[in-house]
């Protein structure tokens, strides 16, 4: 939906955002957390989220290799959940990202972090 949409790209994906949860630490990385958790699951009951909405919001949190360093670094539990969620919207046919190494780099996520003492 439009409006989905506009409050997605005004806040999810805006710079000042993401910089201001950053600035909150592990509390920030957690808030991406449950962003990218309501995103796709709004998307798998609704089906009214685009494959280019989740594509800017991974980009944003993932694909800026600073914020996915932030988010690691802080909260290696909120990383796995956000590669996890990515995942499942995969594997569900609700995105289809534009690389090809997706898969491969959400699942190096998980292990980085299962590694920094997340249970698997």
């Avoid at 957390?33 to 909405?53: K, M, P, W």
């Avoid at 995942?87 to 898969?103: E, F, Y």
Wanted: zero cysteines; glycine letters at 6%; aromatic letters at 6%.
């Amino acid at each position: 939906s439009e409006a989905v949409s506009r409050v997605v790209r005004a806040r999810a994906v805006n710079p000042r955002f993401i910089s201001g949860q950053m600035r909150h630490g592990p509390r920030g990385a957690s808030e991406f957390a449950e962003t990218v958790d309501r995103l796709v699951g709004f998307a798998e009951t609704t089906h009214a989220i685009s494959g280019t909405l989740i594509e800017a919001v991974h980009d944003a949190y993932l694909g800026d290799p600073m914020v996915r360093a932030f988010i690691l670094r802080e909260n290696p539990a909120a990383a796995k959940v956000i590669a996890e969620r990515f995942l499942s919207a995969r594997r569900r046919g609700l995105w289809h990202p534009l690389r090809n190494s997706i898969d491969d780099d959400l699942t190096a996520l998980i292990a980085e972090a299962e590694a920094l003492g997340v249970a698997a």
